[in-house]
């Protein structure tokens, strides 16, 4: 996870880092064509167009303008999940309709306010403050956890959580992506139970 992590940041600064190179060398050919001839003004133009055409491509290419887009993601992700983002400190800004929907809240009732205060139990602090931890050590963190509804039932769900970044590389909050698994976990508890009596029953009719 922590290579994962590494080689996605490396990425990252290294297109940064070809995007500032691209713009640096569109402005210093804008500046020794305007400093020249006419024929060189006009090739300093043209290259400094072409530049900025392949930072913008580059750009596009990056925020996943070719093939999936945000948009494109956000719907799967809206129709299948309970999605929601935050700050650092854990403050949900946005959650979708089925993240309201699981947990019996409205969205007035769910931004701006602390996600541990609002949808965890007490006894799950371990969890919240792991998932803190690994957002903001650039980590994504994946794993079950319960959440409490607004009736103050049990919501489990497989969780993933992924850090996000502004446009300077730096953490800026947090995406966390969740699916109710709490039929599954109830059918476990039943076949649970199930054989706990079926042991006790074999045990009984030894000792009869």
Not at 72 to 95: E, F, R, W, Y
Not at 113 to 118: I, K, T, V
Not at 176 to 199: C, G, H, M, P, Y
Request: glycine share 8%; proline share 0%.
């Amino acid at each position: 996870m922590n290579f994962i992590s590494n080689s996605k940041n490396h990425i990252y600064l290294r297109d940064l880092a070809a995007k500032l190179v691209l713009v640096l060398a569109a402005f210093l050919a804008l500046f020794f064509g305007y400093s020249g001839t006419f024929l060189t003004l006009v090739l300093g133009m043209g290259m400094t167009v072409a530049l900025l055409v392949v930072a913008c491509l580059m750009h596009t290419k990056q925020n996943g303008q070719f093939g999936f887009s945000d948009q494109n993601h956000s719907s799967v992700l809206d129709a299948h999940t309970m999605m929601s983002k935050g700050t650092l400190d854990g403050i949900l800004t946005h959650v979708n309709d089925n993240f309201c929907h699981i947990l019996g809240l409205e969205r007035e009732e769910v931004l701006s306010n602390s996600a541990f205060d609002l949808i965890y139990f007490e006894e799950d602090l371990v969890i919240f403050t792991e998932i803190g931890k690994s957002i903001k050590s650039g980590k994504s963190w994946s794993g079950e956890s319960r959440l409490r509804a607004k009736d103050g039932s049990e919501i489990w769900t497989q969780t993933t959580a992924f850090p996000r970044r502004n446009w300077l590389g730096q953490l800026s909050g947090t995406i966390i992506v969740r699916t109710d698994i709490t039929e599954s976990k109830r059918s476990q508890r039943a076949d649970a139970l199930v054989s706990i009596f079926d042991n006790l029953a074999e045990q009984v009719a030894i000792f009869s």
